[in-house]
């Protein structure tokens, strides 16, 4: 009789196996080392960059100035009503990254994610200090020796250091990166700025230095859902089994490129076996790859046993050689069987779509946006006053903001029931009568507005009103919309 | 429950034998740092205790107490805002109303002001009520809306007989003068017709100039002298309406308020009356 008995599901529970990951040089290798120079660079440079402003105001170019709610990025200053323009620019990278790894896989993951190029500064620093692979696990399986003490502390210590060069470089976006850095290192900075300096040097070291994979396996959300984005068609990392299988020594005739030698696995940052398949574990950095390629190169073998591909083509060609024997031939027939990469399809279509039309939508919104707005606040207390001719009198607040530094002033007309009496406040009239209001340079002007209904008007209780504020040649700059109150008629 | 432990067979571990619904309690360590961190937990508050008051009746070696840091706070702030303050109770309201920077404090300080110690009578924003809370905001002043008027008001109040000058006379109530219900019915026809509703009469005219002129006026433009309101006006302090104003003349009216000017400071005071003036009636 044969077996019906469900197996049992394997345990949810799973100790942590540290990775030693192994050293590995080739063209991935170089790309990655490039992409991290170049991505740290940027980080750190750009908070010293300078762009004049004019007195009085920050003059670095990239800057969160959270004190006086401003975001500076060049040429454009933000106000916090205004941050709709950042949460489009994340809504950008999104969708951005959506197109990116429906096209060429992990790339994120495996390239541009801080946590990867971080892992990647922190291994390299630990390789300097405790050795590769090997000479890493023999130290940590051996006895507790001064050298192995003295080198972790080392390690630590150039982690840590690493670290809080990483948590004060995240500060500088937030102060003037001169003038913080100097008062972090002299003592001189304040409780705050030492607390997310703090707060960043140990996020980093832990989780460059501890967490490292367990981020990508158990913490990121991305890895979960991104499987929606990939389908056969995108780029991914794959072993080449129709050509790799059987595995065997070099030598034993009958079997296919493999040679089971284990770079794969020992490079992996991951610590998994790709030669397993597609696997959540795996964030697509393509190390495998080299550490193959420099297999297959000693053995005078193609390269590309391990290689950047298409579901598709690893269908097809595996296809192409179901029952082939192991050899040059097999090789070919599976190579021929390929397509080129298929970029265009609905999928990255759509994608490019949304891309444009958010990106559109943007833009034309950031080219349209006001600098002077006039808000007016109705009063609500009381929401209407009768004067002792019998007239009916409303109170506003009138918010006059500037987001430029140009200055200027702007006359106040009434947009209503004919007949309404407008007088603002502390302000003078030009020669036409009209309340003049001067704007407050890169700041809001609040202004107080008495609008007065002769008794003889008989509005209704509620009545729409505008105010608009024109500028010397009569033209409207800006206006805001209320209501008069009055009693019931 | 077994009686030698029993091991977990997916994590190696021990088990505690308690067991609900097949679900078997794991006897873990308390991890290292856990333990070290609670061990550090008791050690802190066995220093805390040396240190701050934590025990009932002790103290503690610092002597902190949380009011004397409130209290060390609010001097800070009074030390922060004298020199304006200074400034403002050395000036007049009119003054102060003149110079821009002491204006603004003025305000915003008799915002806060007014809202502690008027509102309760003259409403949020000194709209006022129906039934001898006067508004604030509208322009009809029953002691005058100058600077000068305001402050006296504030300082002194009415009616309050706490204070030798507190403003404000008694109205006889005229149904105990002798006044007919009739009487009164045609002196409040009389009254409306003073602010143009309904038509003046003679008789009317006749008890108004017996009884009314006096305080309030020829043509009820009242007297802020005695503190007698404009009776020729749109603004009714206790109700616009013929029966109303019968029940006004019946019974008088005597609304009170508490004399300020022993109970705030001198800078208050001003910057409650440039407040007040910025309302939306000041006068001159």
Redesign the interface.
Known sequence: MPDTSIPAPPPLYAAHRKVYPRAVTGRVRSIKWAVLVLLLGVYYVVPWLRWDRGPGVPNQAVLADIANARLFFFWIELWPQEIYFLTGLLILAAIGLFAATSLFGRIWCGFTCPQTVWTDLFLWVERRIEGDRNARMKRDAGPRTRDRMLRRAAKHGAWLAIAAATGGAWIMYFQDAPTVVRQIVTGQASLQTYFFFGLFTATTYVLAGFAREQVCTYMCPWPRFQGAMLDQDSLVVTYRDWRGEPRGKPKDAGSGDCVDCGACVHVCPTGIDIREGQQLQCIGCGLCVDACDDVMGKLSRPRGLIAFEALANLAASTAATSGMAPGPQRFLAGMAARRPLHLIRPRTMMYAGVLTAVAAAMLAGFLLRDTLTLTALAERAPPYVRLSDGSIRNAYTLKLADKTRDGGQYALVLDGPAGLRLVVQDTAADAAGRPVLPVRRDGVATFRALVTAGRELHLAESQPLRFRLLDAAGTVVASGSSVFLGPHP | MALKPETDA??GVATTGHEWDGIKELDNPMPAWWVYTFYACIAFAAVWVVFYPSLPFVRGTLGYTGRSDLSRVMEAERARTEPMLARIRAATPAAIAAD?EL?GFALAGGRVAFANNCAGCH?????GAVGGFP?L????WIYGGSFDAIQQTITVGVRNGEHPDARGVAMPAFAQAGLTPAQIGTLADHVLSLSGAGPASAPGAALYAENCVACHGDRGEGNRELGAP?LN???WLYGGDRAAIGRTIANARAGVMPAWGSRLDPATINMLTVYVH?L?GGEQ
Do not use: T, W
Request: charged share 30%; glycine share 20%.
């Open positions: 997916v994590s821009p204006r409403g949020a924003g000194g709209q508004s905001a509208d322009d009809d404009r006006d749109q603004v910025a939306g």
